[in-house]
């Protein structure tokens, strides 16, 4: 398929040039994978939605492996996604929301209030809004650590659609929102992200993310549009993470929290080296003798998370990435709230 030609936009930060220049070498690299769906087929409910049953997921610490963590999924008497941390006296829940971001400089955490009231990791579970659709949820936390599993968000996934994801007791239809015009954010190692405006009647996000790695996972780009069966695809994909990272995170993160990964193993995380992959990529990724498995990670479980935390509705419309990260998502997300710059799908 020939790559599509999409405009820049007006620039929300960063240097103009370099945008620029990681735009050309975007429209340079091929697309490894495409996965578009008809018209607004995407799979998920027309209505307001929310989960029928309660629905429970256990699993070892992201960043405690010896730790058991619980997470319980329950329908919402409210608008929005919502973090209740029941080890915590008099705490108000999380509202899933660009302002409570508390930092993105390795995973996203969300806080409010008291500093003690917070979840880390959440990229993982949050991008579930998103992906299947689900528009009001209360998520039940035993710890700020979330549980980390072998098959990364697949596990999440089959609870909440065993627990049946219905029409939400607050009625209405779901709103949608896009961006009023193409607007764009750039990084400092060339890289960036765009989002493009919802033609009128569109009910999708179509997605082209692109990877560009100084290792064994090279350059990757995938073009979806985002449907219940893409976003349960990709949920698959496992955190990446070089050797030297691993080993950082059994050692030095035993003392300092930046890097205390103890959950991390060789079955729940991808790693990666110069020229090979330690240990074996998901096979469910494999396309014309390479594995996908990264750009899938980034992009289903990474920037559809931040997207999923914009406030106002399901978003809708194009989101093209290239190179970017946490950081970078999480700060444009930001900048959108700040620019006034998201309105009501037509």
């Known amino acids: 398929m020939q790559p599509p030609k999409y405009e820049i936009g007006r620039i929300l930060a960063g240097d103009k040039s370099a945008i ?7 429209a340079l690299q091929p697309i490894d994978d495409v996965r578009l769906v008809d018209g607004n087929d995407t799979g998920f409910l027309s209505s307001r939605t929310t989960i029928q049953n309660e629905a429970v997921v256990t699993g070892p610490g992201t960043f405690a492996g010896k730790f058991q963590r619980t997470l ?15 080890d915590l006296d008099e705490q108000l829940p999380i509202e899933v929301a660009t302002h409570n971001i508390w930092t993105a400089a390795r995973n996203i955490v969300l806080r409010s209030g008291n500093p003690h009231n917070y979840l880390r990791m959440v990229e993982h579970i949050v991008a579930l809004r998103a992906g299947l659709g689900i528009d009001d949820l209360v998520i039940e936390t035993d710890s700020g650590d979330p549980p980390l599993f072998d098959r990364s968000s697949l596990d999440l996934c089959e609870a909440l659609e ?13 709103n949608y929102i896009t961006v009023a015009e193409p607007v764009t954010i750039g990084g400092d190692r060339g890289d960036f992200v765009t989002l493009l405006p919802a033609e009128p009647g569109c009910r999708k996000l179509r997605m082209d993310v692109a990877i560009n790695w100084n290792s064994v996972i090279g350059k990757q780009r995938i073009l979806f549009d985002v449907s ?16 030297q990272q691993m080993t950082l995170a059994h050692t030095i993160g035993l003392l300092f929290a930046d890097t205390r990964n103890l959950g991390y193993t060789k079955q729940n995380i991808l790693i990666h080296g110069r020229k090979r992959y330690v ?22 479980l990474d920037l559809l998370a931040a997207i999923a935390l914009l406030e106002g509705g399901r978003f809708v419309g194009t989101a093209v990435s290239y190179r970017a990260g946490h950081v970078l998502d999480t700060r444009f997300m930001t900048l959108l709230e700040l620019n006034d710059v998201l309105v009501p799908a037509k």
Do not use: Y
């Not at 219940?228 to 050797?243: E, K, L, P, S």
């Open 20 to 26: 620029e220049a990681a735009a050309k070498e975007l």
């Open 72 to 86: 319980r999924f329950k329908p919402s008497r409210k608008p929005g996604w919502w973090i209740k941390r029941t």
């Open 162 to 174: 065993e627990a049946g994801i219905v029409a939400s007791p607050l009625g209405c239809e779901p």
């Open 228 to 243: 219940r069966d893409n976003f349960v695809f990709g949920a698959g994909a496992r955190t990446n993470a070089t050797q």
């Open 279 to 300: 240990n074996t990529p998901m096979p469910q990724f494999n396309l014309n003798g390479r594995n996908f498995e990264p750009v899938w990670h980034r992009a289903t």
